[in-house]
């Protein structure tokens, strides 16, 4: 995010975000081959958590203890603490990385959630930084991709990583999270690459036990989002293997804009995150960004101060798909940063479905991790004008035109805002919508019947596009059935 006039208006802005051992010398950028030595994991101990008033000993409620989350049968959830000890890195965010301190000392907590019988565990995990910017440790990714992950029998790992979290966790529970501590930010880079190296080789140190991650995975979304995409490209290169090999065989970096977070932020709430292009590892990568993200944002968030949150679009780079460079850019037309809404942000609240897309970016970039089989690139959304805050250009509807093509934009019903208006800045990461005029919707369908038909048939191609997934069909089928009976009408058609 651009710099605000003020320090306030930054920590109120990030707080309405909502949206995921020893030292090993000196990191390098992104090359393939060229790698330091393996990850010290040789301090780092799993301990089992403190019972804590009222909270069943080692089964973790959630990553946000207030709000447990329910798991598929056949799926155990646990909690640890993770001791170690961690270096401070300074440089640029692209990397070379260069160590600042050694020898820190950390406790974190981890929750881990994976098939209860080893015969159903895939093979396949998925690290997630947890996201902080709300208040409490948010599973951001786990909350969207946890269909695809239990259907798929994935295990996966979140992790506290900001120094707001102990006491966010201590005040939920005194005792069960008395003992953990993160000084610093600044922690984050080694606590992923010492949990990534163990999470690879399983035994006593790993959460999982016995389950070893085959291919492991790191993502985040928002600001989890950006911590990935930095971590991808200052410390993939730190992050090996005894054989010297990657720890991580790709990463989503999702809903980040055009952010990256610098290496150094200290113990406050980050409020200036760096900005600019990505370097693509030598691993596949998949960021996906919503149009939201990739607009970018000015608002006066206080009268007479404006805040301005630079967009995806100003800092583009081309796909790749070559030995040394792994990356896809998916530009989600139509979808807002956050889905769903009320009614306060000034009008209807926006209905496109954001998280379908997550996970179908999930399964496009576990197939190219683990197949070689890259997914067929997806066009940018097209931009009237690109800056600092883009401008896309539109179709008759009002829908912007290009990017990840779906079945909500190309079968419309409505126009969708992106950006919704209304008084708070939480509603400027939602959207708003306006059904098109009912004379529009007439001409263009006739009834809701055949709109179905033409929707349906939309929707089966972005299903075989990759864009969607299967999983989600019937869902998706059984929202537009009901929207288009709100909009159309019912017709004699099957």
């Known amino acids: 995010m651009a710099r605000s006039r003020s320090g306030r208006v930054a920590l109120a802005v990030l707080a309405t975000l909502s949206v995921a051992v020893g030292a090993v010398g000196t990191a390098s950028s992104s090359s393939a081959g060229t790698r330091s030595t393996p990850v ?15 909270v069943p000993h080692l089964t973790a409620t959630t990553a946000d203890p207030a709000s447990p989350r329910a798991l598929a049968d056949g799926y155990t959830e646990v909690e640890f603490l993770v001791r170690g000890v961690a270096s401070t890195y300074s440089g640029p965010v692209t990397g070379p990385a260069a160590e600042s301190s050694a020898g820190n000392p950390y406790v974190t907590r981890i929750v881990a959630r994976f ?10 995990v998925f690290l997630e930084p947890f996201n902080t910017t709300s208040g409490p440790d948010r599973d951001a990714i786990w909350g969207v991709v946890a269909p695809l992950f239990q259907s798929q029998g994935d295990g996966w790992v979140g992790v506290s990583v ?14 069960r999270y008395a003992d953990v501590s993160i000084p610093v930010n600044d922690y984050v880079w080694d606590m992923l690459r010492q949990l990534g190296a163990v999470l690879k080789a399983g035994g006593d140190q790993s959460p999982l036990g016995d389950l070893r991650a085959e291919h492991l995975y790191l993502g985040g979304y928002s600001q989890s989002g950006v911590d990935t995409s930095t971590f991808a490209m200052a410390f993939h290169d730190t992050a090996s293997e005894r054989d010297g090999t990657a720890v ?3 990463y989503l970096p999702a809903a980040h804009a055009a952010m990256r977070t610098p290496l150094q932020t200290g113990a406050v709430l980050i409020s200036d995150f760096d900005v600019g292009r990505m370097e693509p590892p030598e691993v596949p990568m998949i960021d996906l960004e919503t149009q939201h993200d990739v607009m970018g944002w000015a608002r ?5 101060i404006f805040y301005t949150s630079p967009g995806g679009a100003s800092v583009r780079v081309p796909d790749r798909d070559a030995a040394t460079k792994k990356y896809q850019l998916w530009e989600i037309t139509g979808a807002s940063h956050s889905s769903g809404g009320t009614a306060d942000c000034g009008g209807t609240p926006s209905t496109f479905p954001g998280p379908p897309f997550v996970r179908a970016a999930a399964a496009a970039l576990f197939r190219w991790a683990e197949t070689g089989k890259a997914p067929k690139k997806a066009p940018r959304i097209e931009m009237a004008t690109i800056d600092v805050v883009s401008k896309p250009s539109a179709d008759e509807y009002g829908n912007a035109l290009g990017g990840v093509r779906s079945p909500f934009v ?16 939480s509603c400027t990461f939602r959207g708003n919508e306006t059904p098109l005029a009912p004379d529009v919707l007439a001409d263009r369908y006739g009834d809701a019947n055949s709109y179905m038909k033409e929707f349906t048939r939309r929707l089966d191609a972005t299903i075989k596009a990759g864009r969607l997934l299967e999983l989600d069909r019937d869902a998706i089928l059984a929202a537009t059935r009901a929207k288009a009976a709100q909009l159309l009408p019912t017709g004699t058609g099957s």
């Open 40 to 54: 010290d994991v040789s301090q780092l101990r799993l301990t089992p958590m403190p019972v804590g008033a009222g």
């Open 115 to 124: 098939p209860t019988s080893k015969r159903d565990f895939s093979g396949r």
């Open 162 to 175: 900001r120094s707001q979290s102990p006491a966010s966790l201590q005040a939920f529970d005194p005792i």
């Open 248 to 250: 991580f065989d790709g």
């Open 300 to 304: 006066e968030v206080l009268p007479g």
């Open 410 to 425: 190309d079968v419309p019903l409505v126009t969708y805002q992106v950006q919704a208006g209304g008084i708070g800045l």
